[in-house]
């Protein structure tokens, strides 16, 4: 039987997404953030961490 409670990952953006790559821009959005201090809860999956590891000197991390 599956676990039923999902591990998620709450991430925080920490700096400006101005001037950067536009890869990167649009990796903010697709993690749900385009304002600095803005926060997103998600499920904590293979996707999401690439997502973050692509944007992590712009974001916080926090796991839960």
């Given at each position: 039987?599956?676990?039923?409670?999902?591990?998620?990952?709450?991430?925080?953006?920490?700096?400006s997404a101005a001037g950067?790559?536009?890869?990167?821009?649009?990796?903010?959005?697709?993690?749900?953030?385009?304002?600095?201090?803005?926060?997103?809860?998600?499920?904590?999956?293979?996707?999401?961490?690439?997502?973050?590891n692509a944007v992590k000197?712009?974001?916080?991390?926090?796991?839960?």
């Amino acid at each position: 039987m599956a676990d039923a409670k999902k591990k998620s990952v709450t991430i925080t953006q920490i700096h400006s997404a101005a001037g950067r790559q536009g890869y990167q821009r649009q990796t903010l959005i697709g993690l749900g953030l385009n304002k600095i201090r803005r926060s997103s809860t998600l499920e904590d999956t293979p996707a999401v961490r690439g997502m973050i590891n692509a944007v992590k000197h712009l974001v916080k991390v926090d796991e839960g």
